[in-house]
Structures are given as C-alpha cells and as structure tokens.
C-alpha cells in the first residue's frame, strides 16, 4: 500500500516556518528542534525535511543523502547535547513510533533523542 503524506501535519508546517521551533541543528535535508512537551532534560526531534510518514518509508524511498544526513545529524545531536556514552555522557534513548500500534501523533518521520536522565522500561504495558 502506498504512504499518503498530509502536507498538513504540524511538523511539516514547522518546516515551512509557519509554526515556530527551538532549532538545534538544521543541515542539508534534515532539522532537529526541542520537543514542545519535554519528556526528559534532553528531548530533541530529528526529522527529514521530505514527505515522510514513518522511519521505514524513509528507509525505503530516501535518496542516500537524505539517508546519511539524517544519520549524520542524529550522531551530531547526540554530541551537542552531551548524551554520548563513548564520549563521557551517560547515554540515550532513540524512539520511533509509526502508525497505530506505535502510537504516532505527527505522521511526519521523526526519531526522539531522550537523555538526561534514567529513562526507565523499554516498552509500556499496553492500557
Ligand atoms: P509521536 O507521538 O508522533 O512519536 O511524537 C510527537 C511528538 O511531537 C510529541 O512528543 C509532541 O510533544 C511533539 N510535538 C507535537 N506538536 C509539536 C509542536 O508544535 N512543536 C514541537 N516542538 N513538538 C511538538
């Protein structure tokens, strides 16, 4: 089945500059920004700046450069905010979620960078 981008979305509206970010990192083909509602003292999104609904769509229908940008940039977001455990942080979480059994608010591709803290059970109960 094919994906269906809602040009809509609020990160793709974040990506137009109608709705405004905390930026940490922009590049070629990719944008970081605070998350609005911090789930620990480190909680950054990376996302690509193309229409992509979910982290196997990018996979499979980004060019190589979007593919290593994104990658790039995560690693660089991991050393901007200190969270790297070879280089003396104290480590991270990196969440996708996709769809409806992942719980996906914002159907635009984006990997959580938490840290700054324990973060605790891998996965939830299911309510
Ligand atoms: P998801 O549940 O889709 O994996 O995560 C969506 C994330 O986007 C949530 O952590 C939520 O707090 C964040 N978010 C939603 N709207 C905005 C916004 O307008 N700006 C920012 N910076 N984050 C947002």
Known sequence: MAYSYDPQNIFARI????????TVLETPH???????????PVHVLVIPKGPYVTY???????????IVDFHRAV???CAMTGVQ??????????????????????????LHILGGRVM????AKAE
């Open 56 to 66: 196997d769509h990018f996979a499979r229908d980004a060019s190589e450069a979007e």
């Open 120 to 123: 605790g059970r891998m996965v």
């Open 15 to 22: 990506l137009r500059g109608e709705i405004p970010n905390k």
């Open 85 to 110: 455990p070879g280089e003396g942080g104290e480590g991270f979480r990196a969440i996708t979620n996709a769809g409806t059994h992942g719980v996906q608010e914002v159907p635009h591709f984006h």
């Open 30 to 40: 990719t944008l970081a920004f605070h998350d609005i509602a911090p789930q620990a």
């Open 75 to 77: 690693a660089q977001i």
